[in-house]
């Protein structure tokens, strides 16, 4: 099978860019920087990008690059002849799916708000009402499991005409329109009334409210937020040239990344403050509180319809990029041609995506975990807690082990092209500080996560040992 290339370098960029650009900075982002406390959050976050994201995603992409292949293949043509490393690529896809599974639900959410305000549904109405929108939404199955079928069906459909033709060239153009709503957005936000107590406490730094919860939700916001792990980054490396390196490419794309998460706070905080919205509620904060802050506000069916399109077009980019993987993982694997792959998977994913849907409402008495945990919060906990810090340790152990790739190979490969270029004295960081750090975060993430009520396995040991 013919690889198929990627047709320019900001194709390139926007693409990568877009995989990263998604729910995650737009909508756990938020959430997760009101929780613990604003500006420290931030300050944390931006760190973990620098020190833990940037060189797993050089890895990602010098992988794809070098290979030429998806997640499923890249290990077998690079590792030596009876090893085993190529198991991390069927897991990577496992992932992938997994990752889609309830990711196209929340994308859904965004939509069905996007269709609500441009309609009218969202405002004119009563705080009451706002805020029950939600649960309602919840609650209904038809328009869960409706809007998230348009959400699988559009994203299959785009990948359909092509990598050029409609991944690349839908992405650009989403990205580009992305960028500007946000911009637009940021700038109506700094007029309200409540902007300056909403950006003090978004970027002033507060550090009593550090904790080891805390540092261990930001670094875990750093891997999901840039999807590293599961081979979403390698799969655009294996479509682009040597003429640039690596390093390079990748800072680019994680400050549209990074912008795109700050950005978003400077929308949704000042406006918090202005309209007397707690911003620390939680995954509900985008729905909730912006549907209350829209129907509050002068002109709040433009500006709500606005917002939810910037959050459906960052959504989107996500989408497509990761079913890009999945679909040239699953064309390796079986040959298929691209139009008859894209049929399969997206009928496999929306059958996959319904128990997601389904969570909230008809299949509610399932609590994997503590009495309010669902589908989601099982599905959200393997990929985030599991699959993300693993796969990233896998991908880090193969690029500087003797019994992998190889550093020298790594290297090489990062630094072949015009461009930035990656020192050799990252060698000792990449070789032992990273792989403990990721090491560190999983198990952190696994002994302090709440498996049950009030049960976490840091306080069963504690227990046990008093």
């Known amino acids: 099978m013919e690889r198929e290339r990627l047709g320019s370098?900001?194709?390139?960029?926007l693409l990568s860019a877009g995989c990263a650009i998604g729910v995650g900075n737009v909508?756990?982002?938020?959430?997760?920087?009101?929780?613990?406390?604003?500006?420290?959050?931030?300050?944390?976050?931006?760190?973990?990008?620098?020190?833990?994201?940037?060189?797993?995603?050089?890895?990602?992409?010098?992988?794809?690059?070098?290979?030429?292949?998806?997640?499923?293949?890249?290990?077998?043509?690079?590792?030596?002849?009876?090893?085993?490393?190529?198991?991390?690529?069927?897991?990577?896809?496992?992932?992938?799916?997994?990752?889609?599974?309830f990711y196209t639900s929340v994308t859904g959410w965004i939509l069905y708000y996007f269709t609500s305000f441009l309609a009218g549904r969202m405002t004119g109405i009563t705080n009451a009402a706002s805020e029950q929108a939600f649960t309602a939404m919840q609650a209904d199955p038809a328009i869960m499991v409706g809007f998230m079928a348009i959400v699988v069906v559009a994203g299959f459909a785009i990948l359909s005409f092509g990598l050029q033709k409609g991944v690349e060239r839908i992405t650009k153009?989403?990205?580009?329109?992305?960028?500007?709503?946000m911009i637009v957005l940021a700038v109506h936000g700094f007029t309200l009334d409540g902007a300056a107590e909403g950006l003090s406490?978004?970027?002033?730094?507060?550090?009593?409210k550090v904790n080891g919860e805390m540092i261990v939700g930001a670094m875990n916001q750093a891997f999901f937020?840039?999807?590293?792990?599961?081979?979403?980054?390698?799969?655009?490396?294996?479509?682009?040239?040597?003429?640039?390196?690596?390093?390079?490419?990748?800072?680019?794309?994680?400050?549209?990344?990074?912008?795109?998460?700050?950005?978003?706070g400077l929308i949704i905080f000042p406006a918090c403050f202005t309209f007397d919205v707690q911003p620390t509620a939680g995954p509900k904060l985008l729905f909730v509180a912006m549907a209350k802050v829209f129907n509050n506000m002068a002109g709040g069916r433009f500006w709500g319809s606005l917002f939810f399109l910037f959050m459906v077009f960052a959504a989107f980019s996500t989408i497509i990029a990761v079913f890009e993987n999945i679909l040239a993982c699953v064309r390796e694997l079986t040959g298929w041609g691209r139009v008859k792959a894209c049929v399969i998977c997206a009928a496999?994913?929306?059958?996959?995506?319904?128990?997601?849907?389904?969570?909230?409402?008809?299949?509610s008495g399932f609590t994997p975990f503590t009495s309010k945990s669902g589908v989601m919060d099982l599905e959200d906990f393997l990929v985030s807690n599991?699959?993300?810090?693993?796969?990233?340790?896998?991908?880090?152990?193969?690029?500087?082990?003797?019994?992998?790739?190889?550093f020298e190979k790594f290297i090489a490969e990062v630094n072949t092209g015009r461009g930035l270029k990656v020192g050799r004295w990252i060698r000792p960081y990449v070789t032992y500080v990273l792989p403990i750090a990721i090491a560190l975060i999983f198990l952190i993430g696994i002994v302090t996560f709440e498996f049950a009520d009030g049960f976490t396995l840091l306080s069963w040991v504690k227990g046990w040992i008093a």
């Open 9 to 13: 370098r900001l194709g390139f960029i």
């Open 27 to 101: 909508w756990k982002f938020p959430w997760m920087a009101g929780q613990y406390g604003g500006g420290a959050f931030v300050l944390f976050y931006l760190a973990f990008l620098v020190l833990l994201g940037l060189p797993v995603m050089l890895m990602e992409f010098s992988l794809g690059r070098a290979s030429q292949s998806s997640p499923v293949k890249l290990y077998q043509k690079l590792e030596k002849k009876g090893q085993k490393w190529h198991f991390h690529g069927y897991a990577a896809l496992i992932a992938n799916v997994l990752l889609m599974m």
């Open 173 to 181: 153009y989403m990205m580009i329109v992305l960028l500007l709503l």
């Open 201 to 208: 406490f978004y970027l002033k730094p507060d550090f009593s």
């Open 225 to 264: 937020t840039l999807s590293l792990g599961i081979g979403s980054m390698a799969i655009f490396g294996s479509y682009i040239g040597k003429e640039r390196s690596l390093l390079g490419e990748s800072v680019n794309i994680l400050v549209l990344d990074t912008f795109v998460a700050i950005v978003a």
């Open 348 to 363: 496999t994913v929306l059958v996959l995506s319904v128990p997601c849907a389904l969570g909230f409402n008809l299949w």
């Open 386 to 406: 599991c699959f993300l810090p693993l796969g990233s340790l896998c991908f880090v152990l193969f690029c500087v082990s003797k019994k992998g790739w190889g």
